[in-house]
Nanobody
């Protein structure tokens, strides 16, 4: 049973923006800290941004000032607003819940 559903990936030119969405079941969204990770070809999966268990946010250094993680509790959805995208941001982006559950991933491709 799919419990994390991502959307919003696609192809964008460098400097452009995309917003990713991750819809979760209510039980997951209310119980676990949510976050976004990414994996580029030939590289390990890495943290992009996440909510901590205390509700604060944590960002990877390479996205600070460009990406914003947010959540809509009424919709059980977490978002990743990605601005000033760079070609090196190209990766499959995964939604995560509690460091245990993963979405299917959504491809983000940034062209030069």
């Amino acid at each position: 049973q799919v419990q994390l559903v991502e959307s919003g990936g696609g192809l964008v030119q460098a400097g452009g923006s995309l917003r990713l969405s991750c819809a979760a079941s209510r039980s997951i969204f209310s119980r676990y800290a949510m976050g976004w990770y990414r994996q580029a070809p030939g590289k390990q999966r890495e943290l992009v941004a996440r909510f901590t268990s205390g509700g604060s946010t944590q960002y990877a250094d390479f996205v600070k000032g460009r990406f914003i993680i947010s959540r809509d509790n009424a919709k059980n959805t977490v978002y990743l607003q990605m601005n000033s995208l760079k070609p090196e941001d190209t990766a499959v982006y995964y939604c995560n819940a509690g460091l245990m559950m993963w979405g299917q991933g959504t491809q983000v491709t940034v062209s030069h």
